[in-house]
């Protein structure tokens, strides 16, 4: 599991392809949130609430988390 803290906020996100996804809008009690580009809303399990406009990104969701980036599984990679 990982644990995220606000040094990862504004790290790219990336999926398994290497494709950019967004970037951590930020981080509030360990869960980032993802800013997704265009398009990937559809694209993630999880769902923004109607007034936030990120995404919560699920611990097992996480793949890797380098120092420049962070990668994530959707399930629709394959």
Same mark, same amino acid.
């Given at each position: 599991?990982?644990?995220? #803290?606000? %040094? ?6 990336? +999926? /398994? !392809?290497?494709?950019? @996804? ?6 509030? $009690?360990?869960?980032? !949130? *993802?800013?997704?580009? #265009?398009?990937? %809303?559809? !694209?993630? +399990?999880?769902? /923004?609430s109607? +007034?936030? $406009? /990120? @995404?919560?990104?699920? /611990?097992?969701?996480?793949v %890797?988390? #380098? $120092? +420049?980036?962070?990668?994530?599984? *959707?399930? $629709? %990679?394959?």
């Open positions: 599991m990982q644990h995220f #803290t606000q %040094e990862h906020a504004n790290m790219p996100v990336v +999926d /398994a !392809r290497g494709e950019r @996804l967004g970037r951590v809008a930020g981080v509030q $009690d360990g869960e980032a !949130r *993802l800013e997704p580009e #265009t398009g990937v %809303e559809s !694209r993630m +399990d999880a769902a /923004a109607p +007034d936030e $406009d /990120a @995404l919560a990104i699920d /611990a097992e969701q996480v %890797e988390v #380098t $120092d +420049d980036y962070v990668r994530i599984e *959707l399930g $629709d %990679e394959e």
